[in-house]
């Protein structure tokens, strides 16, 4: 059995399709994704609720914004980088 341990996080890029746009917030400041465009993201778990998020990367958006619900985006791909 291999003693190697995997950094945290795990070096790897992710990438998801967006599948859902509707229902922007009136007072949303910054991008919005678009549906049917591939972003480069992060999966997280929100601090608070425990419940799974999307951060888009280099998306802009002004607290207390930033991440989308998972439901929005479907994974595409997962790059592991060297």
Known sequence: MS????????????FARCVDA???????????????????VQYRRNARTGQPQVHVLGFYAEAPYGAFAAHRFSSVAEVWLN
Do not use: I, L, T
């Open 3 to 14: 003693k190697v341990k995997f950094p945290v996080p795990v070096p790897v890029q992710q």
């Open 22 to 40: 509707s229902c922007r917030p009136a007072d949303y400041v910054g991008e919005w994704p678009e549906p049917g465009h591939v972003y480069p």
